[in-house]
């Protein structure tokens, strides 16, 4: 008896044993399952980004999801319904569509030779009656440069000479732009707004300036840059700054920029680029962009002190718990993480939860095209009608559904980031001047990915520097509707003939809604 007591004891400690194994290899199972599926959804989420589509088509406006985002042009997913269309031809314009009159006009008119000025039916001598239009043609002339060179006339006193006495007199010549340099307002305008505007690295700025004549190399124009930069645009970006931050509502965003000779990093390591701007209903349209070393919350913090507002951001913490700042988040990032859920297959989608997520947040968006000419009091009094219920039932329904999906998946990453952010999502809808996303005028931001992916790095950190304040005072510039050539050569013109240090105040003569700058280089749109 004793020995089948032992056997069975024994008998359940291997049962036990066995049992504890099974549990175990069912958790791994279970581990090694859910890990499978996150992988697998990682695997179709980069097939997608890779062979896919690129285009999120929904049914309400598209909207660039950062100021720095790379797909600043994709539209937003078809979700809410199935459309049919037929696409109607483009109509192509013609001649007679295309304004000519932002345009210089020189007149041609052609005449029959003195000679020939007889009648064939007769031979009687013609008379001029009249001439007509027949056409327009728009004439390119070819760049070309020469050498102005500059003397100044010398005169003396005789009467003083007679008296033993040297006076001379000797007329006043403008301050050089760049002093012991050979460079001009226009040709450092030029060079400027190639590299900034037009995305032409210096290296073919280089053949283009010796295709012309001109042996100019890109340490010169780098230096030109500069040393332009420092005395002359960052002076103004300061101001712009001061102004900046005593409006209520200020634009966000960072994007990495590699610098090559950064003290104390390696070449390959990332600093950043932060843009700030003010929202489209100010009366004066300013964009700064400021370059940091590092990504830390700091940086923000040192701009925006002295600012007491609200600023629409990405949430990137880093903006986070600055005093005296209110924190709105954009709709477009937390829409972003439901649409990279969805399955890789974009017919399948309908049963999903990241695509129920999507049809919530395109209502939204809808109600925003709706309202986006309303006035601020306008907008919070739908947007409390319309928008709040909306948004109530988007964030009831994430957190009944944030528990039956993996956490580590993309759809509950997607539901926890909107869970986490819920405070900031709501705050458009006490503030009729907050928009729903962080989304900047994407010809204001693009050239700025554009030109990054065309000189990739700066070399130096003042050259990073200065490529901040050349871009602030661009983008500004185009904000304000002003030719950016004439604008920058305006400044170098005549802002080294002025003394800020003794009339600080001249400065605002070179900011671009100044009265006499808006006059002459404002562009004019019929």
Known sequence: MEELKATIASQDTIIASLNNTIDSLKSDNEYLKNNNDLLREENTYLKRKLFGTKSEKMSYPKDQLSLFDETENECEPELLEDISYTRAK???????????????????????????RICDECGFKLSYVGEEFVRHEVVYEPAKLYVKDIYRKTYECRSCRKKGKGVMFKAGTPKPVIPHSFTSPSVLS??????????????????????????????????????????????????????????????????????????????????????????????RPIKIFEYKPDRKATNPQQFLKGFNGTIITDGYYGYNHIEGITNAYCWAHARRKFYDALPVDMKSTSGSLANIALEKIAKLFVIEKEIETLTPEQKIKIRQEKSKPLVDDFFLWCTDNQNKVLSGSKTGKAIQYALNYEGGLRT????????????????????????????????????????????????????????????????????PQQDLIEHPEKIDWFLPWSEEIKEEFEIKVD
């Open 90 to 116: 483009k109509k192509q314009k013609g001649t007679l569509d295309i304004k000519l009159d932002n345009l210089k006009h020189v007149k041609k008119v052609y005449d029959i030779d003195e000679g020939e």
């Open 190 to 283: 030029q060079v400027i707004i190639d590299k900034y505007v037009n995305h032409m690295p210096l290296y073919r700025q280089e053949s283009e300036w010796k295709r012309l004549g001109l042996e100019l190399s890109r340490t010169t124009m780098a230096n030109w840059i500069i040393i332009a930069a420092k005395e002359y645009f960052i002076p103004i970006v300061n101001r712009m700054h001061e102004m900046m931050v005593q409006e209520s509502h200020i634009h966000c965003d960072e994007t990495p920029v590699q610098v090559l000779n950064e003290p104390r990093k390696k070449a390959t390591s990332k600093s950043y680029m932060w843009v700030y701007s003010n929202i489209k209903e100010s009366q």
């Open 428 to 495: 458009f809808l006490e503030d009729g001047l907050i928009p729903m996303t962080n989304s900047l005028d994407e010809r204001t931001i693009r050239p700025f990915t554009v030109g990054r992916k065309n000189w990739l790095f700066s070399t130096s950190t003042k050259g990073a520097e200065a490529s901040a304040a050349i871009y602030s005072l661009i983008e500004t510039a185009k904000a304000n509707k002003l030719d950016p050539y004439g604008y920058i050569e305006f400044i170098l013109d005549y802002l």
